[in-house]
C-alpha cells in the first residue's frame, strides 16, 4: 500500500475571514468549502488575489488543495485563503519564501473595522451639528 501524500497547512485571516489552507502534491484540484473556486469566487478580482500564490511559484495545477473559509466577505475571504495558500507553500518548500515575500504575499494584513462608540452613530459619525 502506498504511503498517503504529505498534507502541508497554513492560516490566513484577513477583516472578519478566516482561511484553513490544506495542501499536498497532485494534479491542481481545489476546492472552497466543498465548491469549485469558479463557483464559491464570483468575481474576477476574488479569483485573481486567490490564484496570485501558486502563479507565483509556478505550482498552478501541481497541487491539491482543500480550503474552509468563514466570516467575512468575498474580497476578505479571497484574501485570507491568499495567505494561507502563501503560508503552506512556505511550509512545503521553505526556497519559495523569498519568491512569495517579494510581492507581499506572505504579510498579513492588519487593518480591521473600527468598532462603534457610545454616543455616536457609527466609529467616528456624530449627530449633525446645531448652533441653537
Do not use: C, W
Not at 52 to 61: A, S
Not at 110 to 119: A, D, I, L, Q, S
Amino acid at each position: 500500500m502506498a504511503a498517503p501524500a504529505k498534507v502541508f497547512y497554513g492560516t490566513g485571516r484577513r477583516k472578519s475571514s478566516s482561511a484553513r489552507v490544506f495542501l499536498k502534491l497532485g494534479t491542481g484540484k481545489v476546492t472552497i468549502n466543498g465548491r469549485k473556486p469558479e463557483e464559491y469566487l464570483h468575481h474576477d478580482f476574488s479569483r485573481v488575489a486567490f490564484f496570485r500564490p501558486l502563479e507565483v511559484t509556478n505550482n498552478k495545477g501541481k497541487i491539491d488543495a482543500r480550503i474552509t473559509v468563514k466570516g467575512g466577505g468575498e474580497t476578505g475571504q479571497s484574501e485570507a485563503m491568499s495567505l494561507g495558500i502563501a503560508r503552506a507553500l512556505v511550509a512545503m518548500d521553505a526556497t519559495l519564501r523569498d519568491a512569495l515575500k517579494e510581492p507581499g504575499l506572505l504579510t498579513r494584513d492588519p487593518r480591521m473595522v473600527e468598532r462603534k462608540k457610545y454616543g455616536l452613530r457609527g466609529a467616528r459619525r456624530r449627530g449633525q451639528y446645531s448652533k441653537r
